[in-house]
């Protein structure tokens, strides 16, 4: 009987067993149906509430960009000399008229606001687009334009005078003039030494004596850039080409200019005059004048950049820029030169005189040799310095 027993419970556990095991499969499956199911929808779900917010967030962008259905507001912005991009944008956002401070630094930049946007005061509205706002942010269009001055450089001031008259006209300060002298990078002008930064005699030459009109408290770096882009105009294409012809470099020719600009005190021609002298001693260094430029103007130039008064001129001055002991052009430019001494440096006259002197008729007069200038001195005819 224990046999039989033991049989009919074996034969009754294995029975159940592969019931049970018949019906796993069957209800794992319709689980894992179940889940699927629950899984896609929730994806649907998730996908159709971030799009909803993706959508919700890009029509707030495009209202605030494009200035839709915003609620109509007019502000006045004023933007102060040295006002960044982000400046402006915390005044428009503190104004309300945007929304978004990074959307409109990202468009800001797309538009190129830090070249458009000048100091003044603006009446914005909130009918304006991003584009709109930052177009309407220049000195033109200020409902406050700021003053205009009208400013003459005389010819042959140095830079460091060019610098003071701006800034008694009220340009912008001298410290901040002087800076940007120093230091600023012009990349784009091919005539200014943009590595050796820290004086101001970098642009000394090229400062183009002119009358001009400034906004009142301009940038410095853009008041300069002005009298450059002068400069540039006189150094055409033409002009610059005569100059590769003639051996000299644009430097060479500034300087020459420079020196020809302090010594005359007529006309073109006389200018012309002065300049084929001083070449004909570079160019004939054999000749009794040894190369030397002699000009009075060159320890000048050094007795007011030592702060030292003309009473102390001295020709045997310790100076690259004494023209007295060094053969040949001075170190560099001795004032900024103009239109006309620019041009004598680049066509003077082809003549046999290597010598002049002031004359009472108030002109300048010119001599072969020395002894033809010894005997002039020393005549009645002869005006001193």
């Known amino acids: ?11 009754w556990d294995a029975g159940q067993v592969r019931r049970e095991t018949g019906r796993q499969p069957a209800e794992k499956k319709a689980s894992k ?10 994806y649907i779900l998730g996908v159709l509430v971030a799009s909803a917010l993706l959508a919700g967030i890009a029509w707030l962008m495009v209202n605030d960009v494009c200035a839709l259905n915003k609620e109509p507001l007019t502000a006045t912005v004023k933007v102060e000399r040295g006002d960044s991009v982000g400046d402006v944008t915390n005044k428009l956002k503190k104004a309300g008229l945007i929304e978004s401070k990074l959307l409109f ?7 190129d606001a830090d070249e458009i946007i000048s100091p003044g005061t603006y009446e914005l509205d909130t009918d304006m687009d991003f584009r709109c706002l930052i177009h309407s942010m220049v000195s033109s269009q200020s409902v406050v334009p700021p003053n205009v001055v009208t400013v003459t450089i005389p010819e042959g001031y140095t830079v460091a005078q060019t610098i003071s008259v701006l800034a008694e006209n009220g340009v912008c300060s001298e410290e901040e003039l002087t800076e940007a002298a120093k230091n600023h990078v012009f990349t784009e002008y091919d005539f200014v030494d943009n590595v050796n930064l820290g004086s101001i005699t970098r642009l000394e030459g090229y400062l183009a004596p002119d009358t001009y009109e400034f906004f009142e408290d301009s940038a410095p770096e853009v008041a300069l850039a002005r009298l450059l882009d002068n400069f540039d105009y006189w150094m055409n294409d033409t002009v610059r080409a005569d100059i590769i012809k003639s051996g000299y470099t644009m430097e060479e020719i500034v300087i020459m200019a420079s020196v ?5 005190i007529g006309d073109d021609e006389e200018r012309k005059n002065i300049a084929s002298v001083f070449y004909n001693r570079i160019e004939n260094p054999s000749f009794e004048t040894y190369g030397l430029l002699q000009s009075d103007a060159t320890i000048y130039y050094v007795l007011r950049t030592q702060g030292l008064p003309d009473t102390a001129f001295s020709t045997s001055i310790d100076s690259p820029y004494n023209t007295y002991l060094h053969p040949g052009l001075p170190a560099g430019s001795i004032c900024n030169p103009s239109r006309s001494a620019l041009l004598a440096a680049v066509y003077p006259n082809d003549t046999n005189y290597y010598y002049f002197a002031y004359g009472t008729d108030n002109v300048s007069h010119f001599f072969r040799n020395y002894a033809e200038h010894l005997k002039f001195i020393n005549s009645p005819m002869y005006r001193p310095d």
Do not use: C, H
């Not at 009987?1 to 034969?11: A, F, I, P």
């Not at 020809?260 to 005359?264: D, L, M, P, Q």
């Open 1 to 11: 009987m224990s046999d039989r027993k033991k049989t009919g419970t074996t034969s």
């Open 33 to 42: 149906q179940k889940k699927s199911k629950l899984g896609v929808l929730y």
């Open 105 to 111: 630094r990202v468009f800001a930049v797309i538009f």
């Open 260 to 264: 020809i600009e302090k010594e005359a």
